[in-house]
Protein backbone atom coordinates (compact mmCIF):
# COMPACT_ATOMS: atom_id res chain seq x y z
CA UNK A 1 0.00 0.00 0.00
CA UNK A 2 1.60 3.32 -0.86
CA UNK A 3 2.82 5.40 2.09
CA UNK A 4 3.44 9.00 2.23
CA UNK A 5 6.03 10.71 5.09
CA UNK A 6 5.20 13.81 5.28
CA UNK A 7 8.23 16.16 7.38
CA UNK A 8 7.69 19.83 8.33
CA UNK A 9 9.57 22.65 9.56
CA UNK A 10 12.98 21.06 9.96
CA UNK A 11 14.51 24.88 10.32
CA UNK A 12 18.00 23.39 9.75
CA UNK A 13 21.08 26.08 10.29
CA UNK A 14 24.67 25.95 10.71
CA UNK A 15 26.58 28.15 13.77
CA UNK A 16 25.86 27.53 17.45
CA UNK A 17 21.74 26.88 17.31
CA UNK A 18 22.73 23.85 14.91
CA UNK A 19 22.36 21.06 17.00
CA UNK A 20 18.67 20.46 17.77
CA UNK A 21 17.51 21.44 14.47
CA UNK A 22 19.54 18.92 12.43
CA UNK A 23 19.43 16.22 15.58
CA UNK A 24 15.22 16.66 14.74
CA UNK A 25 15.63 15.79 11.18
CA UNK A 26 17.51 13.11 11.98
CA UNK A 27 15.64 11.08 14.56
CA UNK A 28 12.34 11.64 12.02
CA UNK A 29 14.20 10.30 9.01
CA UNK A 30 15.72 7.71 11.33
CA UNK A 31 11.91 7.06 12.26
CA UNK A 32 10.97 7.30 8.51
CA UNK A 33 13.84 4.28 7.50
CA UNK A 34 12.51 2.22 10.64
CA UNK A 35 8.86 1.95 9.27
CA UNK A 36 7.88 -1.31 7.31
CA UNK A 37 7.16 -0.70 4.88
CA UNK A 38 9.25 1.62 4.27
CA UNK A 39 7.21 5.19 2.76
CA UNK A 40 7.65 5.41 -1.26
CA UNK A 41 8.72 8.87 -0.55
CA UNK A 42 8.92 11.75 1.58
CA UNK A 43 7.84 15.25 1.57
CA UNK A 44 8.92 17.75 3.78
CA UNK A 45 6.17 20.87 3.80
CA UNK A 46 8.92 23.65 3.80
CA UNK A 47 10.81 25.49 6.08
CA UNK A 48 13.79 23.76 4.71
CA UNK A 49 16.22 25.83 6.34
CA UNK A 50 16.16 28.89 8.98
CA UNK A 51 17.27 31.71 6.76
CA UNK A 52 17.81 30.42 3.30
CA UNK A 53 20.96 29.94 3.26
CA UNK A 54 23.17 28.67 0.71
CA UNK A 55 25.45 26.89 3.89
CA UNK A 56 22.10 25.78 5.35
CA UNK A 57 20.67 23.81 2.15
CA UNK A 58 24.58 22.29 2.21
CA UNK A 59 23.70 20.95 5.47
CA UNK A 60 19.96 19.60 4.45
CA UNK A 61 21.23 18.49 1.43
CA UNK A 62 23.96 16.09 2.83
CA UNK A 63 21.48 15.34 5.41
CA UNK A 64 19.24 13.69 2.51
CA UNK A 65 20.61 12.85 -0.17
CA UNK A 66 21.65 9.27 0.49
CA UNK A 67 18.59 8.34 1.51
CA UNK A 68 16.97 5.22 -0.40
CA UNK A 69 13.82 7.20 -0.98
CA UNK A 70 12.35 10.13 -2.55
CA UNK A 71 12.23 13.47 -1.35
CA UNK A 72 10.34 16.21 -2.05
CA UNK A 73 11.01 19.76 -1.08
CA UNK A 74 8.47 22.77 -0.49
CA UNK A 75 9.44 26.10 -0.30
CA UNK A 76 8.65 27.87 3.04
CA UNK A 77 8.68 31.40 4.17
CA UNK A 78 12.42 30.60 6.06
CA UNK A 79 13.38 29.21 2.58
CA UNK A 80 15.05 31.23 -0.37
CA UNK A 81 13.88 30.15 -3.76
CA UNK A 82 17.49 30.61 -5.52
CA UNK A 83 19.18 28.81 -2.77
CA UNK A 84 17.21 26.19 -2.74
CA UNK A 85 16.99 25.61 -6.44
CA UNK A 86 20.70 26.11 -6.71
CA UNK A 87 21.30 23.49 -3.88
CA UNK A 88 18.97 20.47 -5.11
CA UNK A 89 19.22 21.71 -9.21
CA UNK A 90 15.63 22.67 -8.97
CA UNK A 91 14.26 23.86 -12.13
CA UNK A 92 11.16 24.77 -10.35
CA UNK A 93 10.11 24.75 -7.35
CA UNK A 94 6.17 24.05 -8.27
CA UNK A 95 6.61 20.79 -9.55
CA UNK A 96 5.00 17.59 -10.07
CA UNK A 97 6.06 13.76 -9.24
CA UNK A 98 3.68 10.79 -10.78
CA UNK A 99 4.39 7.50 -8.66
CA UNK A 100 2.14 4.75 -10.16
CA UNK A 101 -0.91 4.55 -7.07
CA UNK A 102 -0.44 8.92 -6.39
CA UNK A 103 0.79 12.13 -7.67
CA UNK A 104 2.45 14.40 -5.82
CA UNK A 105 2.00 17.97 -6.73
CA UNK A 106 4.26 20.86 -5.14
CA UNK A 107 3.49 24.32 -5.02
CA UNK A 108 5.32 27.61 -3.67
CA UNK A 109 3.69 29.94 -1.46
CA UNK A 110 6.86 31.62 -0.70
CA UNK A 111 6.26 35.13 -1.29
CA UNK A 112 8.83 37.51 0.07
CA UNK A 113 6.81 40.56 -0.41
CA UNK A 114 4.18 39.17 2.10
CA UNK A 115 6.61 38.92 5.00
CA UNK A 116 5.82 35.37 6.14
CA UNK A 117 2.25 35.51 4.77
CA UNK A 118 2.17 33.19 1.71
CA UNK A 119 0.65 33.67 -2.37
CA UNK A 120 0.15 30.81 -4.56
CA UNK A 121 -0.69 33.28 -7.81
CA UNK A 122 -3.05 33.06 -10.34
CA UNK A 123 -0.87 31.61 -12.96
CA UNK A 124 0.67 28.79 -10.43
CA UNK A 125 -3.45 27.85 -9.51
CA UNK A 126 -4.11 27.67 -13.27
CA UNK A 127 -1.11 25.20 -13.51
CA UNK A 128 -2.58 23.54 -10.63
CA UNK A 129 -5.72 23.02 -12.59
CA UNK A 130 -3.65 21.54 -15.22
CA UNK A 131 -1.47 19.19 -13.57
CA UNK A 132 -4.31 17.79 -11.87
CA UNK A 133 -7.03 17.58 -14.56
CA UNK A 134 -3.77 15.36 -16.39
CA UNK A 135 -4.40 12.49 -14.31
CA UNK A 136 -7.42 12.07 -12.68
CA UNK A 137 -7.54 8.37 -12.20
CA UNK A 138 -4.73 8.36 -9.06
CA UNK A 139 -5.13 9.79 -5.88
CA UNK A 140 -2.97 13.12 -6.00
CA UNK A 141 -1.76 15.05 -2.72
CA UNK A 142 -1.58 18.82 -3.05
CA UNK A 143 1.54 20.27 -0.99
CA UNK A 144 2.45 23.76 0.24
CA UNK A 145 3.64 25.29 2.58
CA UNK A 146 1.09 27.92 4.22
CA UNK A 147 -2.22 26.63 5.54
CA UNK A 148 -5.12 28.08 3.45
CA UNK A 149 -7.44 28.35 5.90
CA UNK A 150 -7.58 30.16 9.53
CA UNK A 151 -7.12 27.56 12.16
CA UNK A 152 -7.72 29.60 15.67
CA UNK A 153 -4.03 30.52 16.46
CA UNK A 154 -4.33 34.75 15.92
CA UNK A 155 -0.37 34.76 15.20
CA UNK A 156 -0.29 31.63 12.64
CA UNK A 157 -3.58 33.06 10.98
CA UNK A 158 -2.50 36.34 10.38
CA UNK A 159 0.54 35.02 8.27
CA UNK A 160 -1.72 32.33 6.33
CA UNK A 161 -2.00 31.57 2.56
CA UNK A 162 -3.43 35.07 1.59
CA UNK A 163 -5.11 33.00 -1.56
CA UNK A 164 -6.90 30.26 0.54
CA UNK A 165 -10.21 30.75 -1.11
CA UNK A 166 -8.69 30.23 -5.12
CA UNK A 167 -6.37 27.64 -3.95
CA UNK A 168 -9.87 25.79 -2.76
CA UNK A 169 -11.92 26.80 -5.52
CA UNK A 170 -9.45 24.61 -7.78
CA UNK A 171 -9.24 21.35 -5.96
CA UNK A 172 -12.89 21.68 -5.36
CA UNK A 173 -12.89 21.26 -9.21
CA UNK A 174 -10.37 17.64 -8.72
CA UNK A 175 -12.23 14.67 -6.13
CA UNK A 176 -9.18 12.82 -6.57
CA UNK A 177 -7.48 15.28 -3.99
CA UNK A 178 -6.72 12.93 -1.01
CA UNK A 179 -4.86 15.51 1.21
CA UNK A 180 -3.83 19.13 0.99
CA UNK A 181 -0.85 18.96 3.14
CA UNK A 182 0.84 22.15 4.78
CA UNK A 183 3.39 22.68 7.45
CA UNK A 184 3.95 26.67 8.96
CA UNK A 185 2.18 25.91 12.23
CA UNK A 186 4.52 23.81 13.90
CA UNK A 187 1.17 21.72 14.83
CA UNK A 188 -0.77 18.96 13.46
CA UNK A 189 -3.70 20.49 12.67
CA UNK A 190 -6.58 18.57 10.34
CA UNK A 191 -9.40 20.26 8.84
CA UNK A 192 -12.21 19.65 5.77
CA UNK A 193 -10.95 21.91 3.02
CA UNK A 194 -12.60 22.08 -0.21
CA UNK A 195 -14.23 18.47 -0.40
CA UNK A 196 -11.15 16.85 0.80
CA UNK A 197 -8.62 17.24 4.23
CA UNK A 198 -6.11 19.32 4.88
CA UNK A 199 -3.06 17.71 7.23
CA UNK A 200 -0.91 19.97 8.77
CA UNK A 201 2.15 18.54 9.96
CA UNK A 202 4.04 19.38 13.11
CA UNK A 203 7.58 20.24 12.95
CA UNK A 204 10.41 18.11 13.54
CA UNK A 205 12.22 20.44 15.29
CA UNK A 206 10.12 22.81 17.76
CA UNK A 207 6.14 23.19 18.29
CA UNK A 208 3.91 26.56 18.49
CA UNK A 209 1.85 26.74 21.60
CA UNK A 210 -1.48 26.04 21.34
CA UNK A 211 -2.27 29.70 22.14
CA UNK A 212 -6.15 30.64 20.72
CA UNK A 213 -5.96 33.79 22.29
CA UNK A 214 -5.37 37.67 20.42
CA UNK A 215 -3.60 39.32 23.43
CA UNK A 216 -0.67 36.21 23.44
CA UNK A 217 2.21 36.35 20.65
CA UNK A 218 3.10 32.56 19.37
CA UNK A 219 5.33 30.96 21.47
CA UNK A 220 7.29 27.92 21.00
CA UNK A 221 6.75 24.80 23.46
CA UNK A 222 8.85 22.14 24.19
CA UNK A 223 5.70 19.41 23.08
CA UNK A 224 7.12 16.26 21.11
CA UNK A 225 8.19 16.15 17.47
CA UNK A 226 6.96 13.89 14.44
CA UNK A 227 5.92 13.31 11.24
CA UNK A 228 2.18 12.70 9.02
CA UNK A 229 2.25 9.34 7.62
CA UNK A 230 -0.50 9.22 4.87
CA UNK A 231 -1.38 5.95 3.65
CA UNK A 232 -3.37 4.92 0.21
CA UNK A 233 -5.58 1.61 0.19
CA UNK A 234 -8.43 1.39 -1.88
CA UNK A 235 -8.45 5.17 -2.93
CA UNK A 236 -8.96 6.08 0.69
CA UNK A 237 -6.50 8.32 2.26
CA UNK A 238 -5.65 7.87 6.14
CA UNK A 239 -3.25 9.76 8.27
CA UNK A 240 -1.00 8.77 11.05
CA UNK A 241 0.81 10.79 13.41
CA UNK A 242 4.04 9.44 14.51
CA UNK A 243 6.25 11.10 17.45
CA UNK A 244 9.60 10.94 17.15
CA UNK A 245 10.50 12.80 20.34
CA UNK A 246 9.64 12.20 23.85
CA UNK A 247 9.01 8.30 22.95
CA UNK A 248 10.83 4.82 23.08
CA UNK A 249 11.07 1.35 21.69
CA UNK A 250 7.56 -0.41 21.37
CA UNK A 251 7.23 -2.80 23.98
CA UNK A 252 4.96 -5.74 24.84
CA UNK A 253 2.52 -7.34 22.22
CA UNK A 254 -1.44 -7.75 21.99
FE1 LIG B 1 8.42 27.05 10.32
Redesign the pocket.
Known amino acids: MPLIAQL??P?ITVGPLAAQPAAGLQRALARVLALEPVPDCVIIT??LVDRGRPAEYDVLRERIERLPLPVHLVA???DAKAALQEAFGLAETSYAAQYPAFTVVVLDSLNPALGDAGLLGDEQLAWLDRTLGARPEVPAFVCLHHPPVRVGIPGMDAIRLVDGPGLAEVVRRHPHVARVLA??L?RAVTAGFAGTVLSVAL?TYRQVDLCLREDRPVAFVPEPAGFLLHRIEGGECVTHLVHTSHTAAPFGAF
Open positions: SDHGDGNHGHHS
